[in-house]
């Protein structure tokens, strides 16, 4: 079966043999109440389609979290999801500045030392100011991989997951390698390039021991040498860190860090960290946490720099979750952060619902091209009817006014999840860290059986109208479409939780 984006890119009314037959009428009782207007504007949907993986065929991600991924290129999908900011972590080699595989014993998987020879500088002994010292080839594919299908490279600076987490010897030569390493991709140094990649993360969540076993103040000098580093080789790059893994976590890592890089006038263009939902599942999660992180920032003096979340997905210990649960998980916590203090995400690990034998993506994949299919719809349209408890519900409009697309997405908190935590809100990972999580919350789901949903329009245009859906029996198939005219489109469905449903609407004439 084609994808429903290549339907959609060769022309909305072409008809795939559903013969234009009406959606059939629904009892209202238990669907949810929608409202779009599509006559009120609220903004313009910014570049918000970030990921990690890149999708060239040799970037598979092999590591212990994808041990023997399908070796396809995704480029094509990834162009269909609108990907447009591809963090480099975790390619096991590419992307790594002195991996030092093979000597970490701190994973239950080990990565072989043989990847050592994909870093970018693999003998620590050799003389950063001399060419050769250098194996660029591994990274630049990546790098290449990334801009091919129109994306931003977020590089990170530092190592993959099961790399020795040991803090770098020389923080000075280090730091020379890193200046050496933006002038190859920025100024064009040794057979480079001018990319001019904006986006420098200095490490990846230093802490977390399982990526860094120094101190804190450890840390300050290593970001404080790299940033000025990489501002000497290219002015106009933009720096941030510190990629922390528990942000509610006060401290060393968060309020420290601050007041170190204030104090010493270091650059903080955007702070970066990272959650998955440990014992909660809920979407809302993220936005919450963003609303704390911002006012702290603004307090230690970074009011103008961003905050990115570039990692993120659901809790890594849940295995009940299906893959529509996984896909509407996605889909509600992409629509909140739209309206939360985000300004970048980068979803983990987003290649690997793009990666299969028969070049179809799950349902998490499809739902990302859902979300990036409204890059065609990009004015914001007044909508009602959503919550923040996990149905959410977004709506754009084309610069031409003749398509309106919704993207509905009902997700469930499992009941597992609801209520405060019998053992408070600190939870204990055995022989890796504690973490401090948001209290849970405590609701009762309703009305979300499907929706009734109602589409204000401008004119009693003749519309096409498709309905495009993803759920545990439904992975993106087109389920209806029809022909409405009048000033208003109504459409009644059921759509139990975990659903996607991805609504085009055409003008005619």
């Known amino acids: 079966m084609k994808p429903p984006y290549i339907f959609l890119r060769v022309g909305l009314a072409f008809c795939i043999g559903l013969g234009g037959a009406v959606l059939a009428q629904t009892d209202a009782a238990g669907l949810r109440g929608i409202t779009v207007d599509a006559t ?19 970037f598979t991600g092999r590591g212990p979290r994808d041990a023997q991924p399908a070796m396809v290129d995704i480029s094509a999908d990834y162009r269909a999801a609108r990907i447009d900011l591809i963090r480099t972590h975790d390619e096991f080699g590419p992307g790594d500045i002195d991996a030092q595989f093979g000597a970490a014993a701190n994973l239950p998987v080990a990565i072989p030392a043989s990847r050592n020879e994909l870093t970018i500088f693999p003998d620590m002994t050799a003389d950063p100011e001399n060419p050769s010292s250098y194996h660029f080839e591994p990274t630049d594919r990546l790098i ?19 790399a020795a987490a040991d ?72 720096v941030g860190g510190p990629t922390i893994s528990k942000p509610l976590d006060a401290g060393a890592y968060r309020e420290g860090f ?63 979750m299906s893959a529509a649960a996984r896909a509407s998980f996605a889909v509600s916590s992409l629509i909140y952060m739209l309206s939360g203090p ?4 980068a979803y983990y690990r987003g290649d690997t619902s793009f990666r299969h034998p028969n070049a179809e993506p799950d349902a998490v994949g499809h ?65 890796i860290m504690d973490i401090r999580l948001l209290p849970r919350r405590t609701f009762t789901y309703h009305d979300n059986g499907g929706y009734d949903l109602t589409v204000n329009l401008a004119g009693p245009a003749k519309r096409e109208v498709k309905r495009y ?17 009048g000033p208003a489109v109504h459409l009644q469905a059921a759509l139990p939780p975990p659903g996607i449903e991805f609504i085009v609407i055409t003008a005619m004439n």
């Open 40 to 58: 009120i504007t609220v903004g313009a949907l910014r570049p918000f389609s970030g990921i990690h993986g890149a999708p060239a065929a040799e």
């Open 367 to 431: 739902a990302l091209i859902a979300f990036g299919s409204l890059k065609s719809t990009p004015v914001l349209l007044r909508t009602s009817g959503g919550d923040d408890a996990g149905f959410a519900v977004v709506a754009g409009r084309s610069p031409d006014q003749r398509v309106v697309q919704i993207l509905i997405s009902n997700y469930q908190i499992a009941p597992k999840y609801l209520g405060p935590r019998p053992n408070g809100d600190v939870m204990h990972i055995p022989n």
């Open 167 to 238: 803090p770098p010897a020389d923080l000075d030569k280090y730091a020379e390698i890193v200046r050496h390493v933006v002038l190859h991709y920025n100024k064009g140094w040794d057979k480079g390039f001018r990319y001019r990649i904006r986006y420098w993360e200095i490490w990846n969540e230093p802490d977390f021991r399982v990526f860094w076993t120094g101190s804190p103040q450890l840390f300050y000098a290593l970001y404080d040498k790299a940033a000025r580093a990489i501002k000497a080789a290219d002015r106009d790059a933009l």
């Open 144 to 162: 290449a991989s990334i801009k091919s299908v129109g994306a931003e490279p977020l590089f990170r600076v530092g190592r993959s997951i099961g």
């Open 258 to 320: 601050l007041d170190y890089v204030r104090s010493n006038r270091l650059p903080l263009d955007f702070f970066s960290w990272h959650l998955y939902t440990l014992d909660s599942n809920d979407p809302y999660n993220f936005v919450t946490i963003a609303r704390q992180l911002r006012p702290i920032l603004d307090a230690h003096g970074f009011g103008s720099t961003k905050t990115f979340l570039d990692e993120w997905n659901v809790d890594l210990f849940d295995r009940d």
């Open 469 to 485: 859906r993803i759920t545990d029996a439904s992975n993106f198939a087109l389920v209806d479409q029809s022909v409405q005219t």
């Open 342 to 345: 985000i300004d970048k995400q």
